[in-house]
């Protein structure tokens, strides 16, 4: 059974510009990771594994 943490830390990058524009959050909810956008916290988010976020960067880096 997976744990939603009640008040889950989300982070930006430290390569985040201060006035935070175009910037993705990332929060761990217990057995996935949370993704956000950080212009809009209220707005929701998407969950991923692990192993998912470790492809999506895997794939970003290469770009």
Request: overall charge positive; some cysteine; glycine content about 12%.
């Amino acid at each position: 059974m997976e744990v939603m943490r009640a008040h889950p830390g989300w982070r930006k990058s430290s390569y985040s510009s201060s006035q935070g524009d175009n910037c993705v959050e990332l929060a761990d909810l217990g057995g996935t990771i949370g993704v956000r956008d950080s212009k809009d916290p209220c707005g929701g988010h998407i969950n991923i594994s692990r192993q998912g976020l470790d492809v999506l960067l895997a794939r970003l880096k290469q770009r």
